[in-house]
């Protein structure tokens, strides 16, 4: 499989789980630098020493306009151009719809879907300059309905059509723009939920069992690499046959 030599990339919520399994592969795989944009700086730092290669670490908020504006200046500072965009910074705020607050609406809305806006918009005017990029979107299963997440799912469906339609957008242009969407996968956000309703989920996957974020990883470094050169608008369902 092609490797990521020559490629920088950038990860949103890189920290910890999905994002950093994602960043320890791309390195693995030889990328020439990899840019973590997190909200919380320590834990992007201890990530970034943890991984070694060129990791950096940038605090970011993304669903901060400015801070995507100033941490786009910062990673083209330091790596000179971005080829990979691998929006997985999210949030949740699981409540039955009923007892959702405007808050807890608009805090998910702001993290998943208008932070993958802002660093689009940043990201997308540069790889169109350079002929070239991939883009891999964090979706999820809950795209498709779960009781509780009525805000996650409308962010998490919402970002199946902006990558179809960016996908579609930017294909001449060199482009990919592809979303991963997990079932569930064993991160501090999945320990977040009660057990008893986890393990209720887990008797739902065929698998028997949780993804790892390793194996969320290997998914993103396929959409990332150039073996993917010809893939471009898709959902790929990581779900341990949940969701077939
Ligand atoms: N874990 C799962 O089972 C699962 C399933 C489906 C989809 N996903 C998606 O995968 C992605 C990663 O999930 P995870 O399980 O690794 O979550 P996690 O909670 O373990 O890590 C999320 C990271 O995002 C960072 N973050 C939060 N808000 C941010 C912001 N405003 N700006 C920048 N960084 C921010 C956090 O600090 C943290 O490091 C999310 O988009 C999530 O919705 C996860």
Redesign the pocket.
Known sequence: MADLKGKFAVV????????AAIIKRFVAENAAGVAI????QA?AEKCAAEVGGNVIAIR????NGEDVKAATAKTLEAFGRIDILVN?????RDVMFHKMTEQQWDAVIG??LK?TYYCCKEIVPLMREQNYGKIVN?????AYGNAGQTN?SAT?AALIGFTKSLAKESARKNITVNAI?????D????RSVPPEILTRYIAGIPAGR??S?DELASVAFFLSSDDSSFVNGVVLDVSGAART
């Open positions: 949103t919520g890189g920290g910890k789980g999905i994002g944009w997190e909200y919380d834990l970011c908020d993304v669903s997985n910074a999210g949030i949740t993290v998943n932070g964090l979706s999820s299963s809950s996650y998490k969407a997990p079932s569930m996968i991160t501090d956000m999945m949780l993804g974020p």
